[in-house]
Each structure stands twice: as structure tokens, then as C-alpha cells.
DNA sequence: AAGTGGTCTAGACCACCGA
DNA sequence: CGGTGGTCTAGACCACTTA
């Protein structure tokens, strides 16, 4: 099994050389073999195992890369994505820090455990009545509350945030999840609404009652794909700004 | 001038050899040496123009591809992108002929010509006061009215649509820029946010005034980069809905 | 200096399209 | 069939990082 080794088992008759190694090593990822972060071996130690040239095992590999699986870096390696950039993803729907320089600070306004409610189960993709964790957090700009954000995080996962005072929690969820839980966000989904808020969620905006909202549902992805937060943001609809470029 | 013929001049000194080419080839296109929807030269003519090795260009032509400037067909040939799919580029916003396989009617409420207000001109990247033909059309489903669309298109380019009545338009409005203006739309960027109708807008929509609804700015760039079309789309908030991937 | 990914070459062969 | 773009090879050399 020396030079003319090649593809084991093609995954797919139809499937172009590049395309099925791309295949088998995000499998390989998949499978845990690196982790996120880690380091993959060298292209040529690569390309030797599938008995391709180097330029093959490139062409996978920027396939990979294009689609955000991995992280090329020149001169060091290439890397299991180690999940979404830290930065405030979800503030960039709304007006909010623009400007001023002011900080923002959030807090955690309760966190309980329960069975999971149908819609949050649907949303994670667990049975009903599966033990989640759910959160309520308000994030404000110079002391005024901007932000509601109600999270629900599957149980026996995040066991760790249901014991932990949430005094110690980090600010930015994604790398705690990360650091504390071993969960990697890999990719998000966001669905933008729009809606109405109800007495008690008005209260916690300082707003009336009835007001206009805009409505972020947010699904994130580990890996492996499994659904690993349901997260709803609600905020003042005339702060909510959003752009897109269509191709 | 044979064989070492290679790059002229540098276009950037600390740029490699596909990007130089692909930034040629932009400049060529924009140029207008290849119009919209023709095709450029094969792989192998260019790789001789410019004195590299075809998978030198075939780089360029991919970083192209992906840019969306261009397109490669297989067999055929490679051409210049010749707009954004005609699709319904803009309904996709909105909870708007969704089920029923109704079909989706279209309206001009008004026509007319005058000198561009400031907030159109900054839109369109002209003078103030130059002349402009703004639209109002209302889109439909079932006899109902969904959208409400404020158009503004630059003057000198557009003056076909000035002089053709608007019984005979069609649709589709990119389809019919590029066939009755010489416009083919390249790229378009939306700003997506939420307001209240004003009494005369609610009209249109069979609403009451204040109600709350989505404004969606778009604006329509052709391959130059210039900007060919300002549109303002207003709907029900509470039809908005949009959906986006986060990697 | 050793190891990594990035660029480039000069070919070969294949898959697709149209006359 | 001839021409197009798509895949693949087996090299060479360059640029960047780390130690």
C-alpha cells in the first residue's frame, strides 16, 4: 500500500478526487480526530496519505477553507476553525455602542432550569421535556437597556453554567461556551422578525407596553452540526439596522 | 516580444501574477472590451496575452468567477456576467406569494420627472437637482396590495422609461433596464429597517396610518459601479421576515 | 534553518458543448 | 469533430513563521 494506494473506497462514484478527500477529511474532523483549534498535518503529509499530488490535496483544502471548515495560516498551518469570531455577532443588527466609545455591559437577569418547552425543543432539535437551561439577559449602553435576550442551552452540556455563579461569567458567551463547556460555535443561523412586546418583556426595556420590536432568532451549530443554542433577541425596532449585498 | 513578453507594467508592485492579471482583465471589462452577457477570450488566448502558464490564469479567471464578475460555463466558454438573476431579488424579504401559487401583480401609481431631492441625489451619487424619474409602484397578490416601492432612476440614462407608457413595462424591472436601457444591474446593496407608514403610504397599502412596516433601501450599482437605481420598498412589519447565515 | 502554506510552470488527460 | 473549461501531475521556487 505504498505509491498506488490512492482513494480507499470512493464516498461517491461521481465525486471529483479533490472533492472526496475534501470528504474524508472533514469526516476525519468530524470525527474528532482534531479538534477545534488544532493543527492538521502538513499538505504533503497529507497528500501522501491519499497518494495525490500536492496540488490536489490544495485544491481540498481551499475547499475546505472557502467553506469555513478550516483556517489556512501561511508559514504555520492549517486549523480546525475554532468556531465564530469572538466579536459581538448579534449587535451588529442594532444600533447599539455606535459612536460614543461607551461600553456595553450585560447582565443576567435570571437563569433557570426546566424541561424543555415545546418550541425551545423544537428549536434545539431535543425532545420535549429534555432538561434545558434557560437564560433571560439584558444588555445595555451607558446604563440604558437595550437588549433582551432569552437562551435556552441543552442540560447535561452546559451543566457547568447551571452550577457557576453567573457574577463569574464572561461577557462574550461564544468563547466562555468554548472554555468552559468544550462547545464550539461553528456556524449560526439568524431569522429576522418583527413584533410587538408583551407587558413583562417592555418592562425590562424600559419601553411601553405594545412597543414595536425587531426579533432575532438565532440557531448556533457546533461542528458536528448538532444545534447547541436557541437564542432570541428582542430590541427596539426603530434601532434595528441591517445591511446586505446581493450578488 | 515573444516569449518573455510576460507584464508590462505593474499595475501593483507587491501583487501576484493572477491578481495582476485578474485586475487587468477587470480593467479590460470595465473598459468595455467584452460587454455584459459576452464572452471573453479562451483560456489559452489569454494565457498568451499575458505570458503565463494557463493555471496562472485560469487563477485569475477564478478569482473572477468568485467575485461574481464573470462566469465560466463548461464546454461553452467564459462571459461576462450579464446582471443579477432576474429573480425576485426583493419579495425575498417578505412573506409575499408564499403557498398559494398566486401570482404577483404589479402596478405604476405615478410617473414623473423632476430635479433630485438631496437624500435621492446622495442615494444615486449625483448632484442635487439633477434631473431623476421617480416611480411609485405598488405590488400585489390576490388583489391585495403588499408593497409599496419608491423608485428613482438617473435621467439622461433612463429617458426610454420617460417616453414608453407604463401599460407596456414589464415585471421583471432589471431585465427590461438591460434590454430597453443599455442598464445591466451588477450588484445591489439593502438596508433593511422598520418605521411607520405615514397617512398617504398607509393608503396605498389598504393600512392605517402609523402602522408599523419594514423599509427596505436598496441600491442598484451596473458593473462600473455606478449607482443605476435608488429604490425604497415599503411593507407590513409584521409580513418581514429574513433569514441569514452566520460562518 | 527547517517547516509551513502560496505561487507558478508545462505539460497530460477528461468532460462538456456546439456545429 | 474541434474547442471550451475542469481535473490532475510532478516538479520548482517564494514568503512566512518558529525556534
Known amino acids: 500500500m505504498a505509491s498506488a494506494a490512492a482513494v480507499p473506497l470512493a464516498p461517491e462514484p461521481g465525486l471529483s478526487r479533490y472533492a472526496a478527500i475534501a470528504a474524508a477529511l472533514r469526516a476525519r474532523v468530524l470525527a474528532g480526530e482534531w479538534g477545534p483549534g488544532q493543527a492538521l498535518p502538513s499538505e504533503q503529509a497529507l497528500a501522501a496519505q491519499h497518494g495525490v499530488a500536492m496540488a490536489t490535496l490544495r485544491r481540498a483544502m481551499e475547499l475546505l477553507a472557502s467553506q469555513g471548515f478550516i483556517e489556512r ?33 450585560s447582565r443576567i437577569v435570571s437563569r433557570r432550569k426546566s424541561p424543555a418547552p415545546a418550541e425551545v425543543a423544537r428549536r434545539l432539535g431535543i425532545a420535549r421535556g429534555d432538561p434545558v437551561l434557560q437564560l433571560l439577559r439584558l444588555r445595555s449602553l451607558g446604563g440604558q437597556p437595550r437588549l433582551l435576550e432569552e ?42 422578525g418583527f413584533g410587538t412586546l408583551n407587558a413583562a418583556r417592555a418592562a425590562h426595556l424600559g419601553l411601553a407596553a405594545g412597543h414595536p420590536c425587531a426579533r432575532v432568532v438565532r440557531r448556533a451549530y457546533d461542528l458536528a452540526g448538532r444545534c447547541v443554542e436557541a437564542r432570541t433577541t428582542l430590541g427596539d425596532a426603530h434601532a434595528f439596522h441591517y445591511e446586505v449585498t446581493i450578488t
Open 73 to 105: 495560516i501561511h508559514g504555520r498551518g492549517t486549523f480546525v476553525r475554532a468556531g465564530l469570531s469572538a466579536a459581538p455577532m448579534l449587535m451588529r443588527f442594532f444600533r447599539f455602542g455606535d459612536g460614543s466609545g461607551e461600553v456595553p455591559t
Open 151 to 192: 437562551i435556552a442551552l441543552p442540560l447535561p452540556l452546559f451543566q457547568v453554567l447551571a452550577d457557576t455563579p453567573t457574577a463569574e461569567w464572561d461577557d462574550l458567551f461564544y468563547p466562555m461556551y468554548a472554555q468552559r463547556c468544550g462547545v464550539h460555535v461553528q456556524r449560526a443561523v439568524d431569522e429576522i
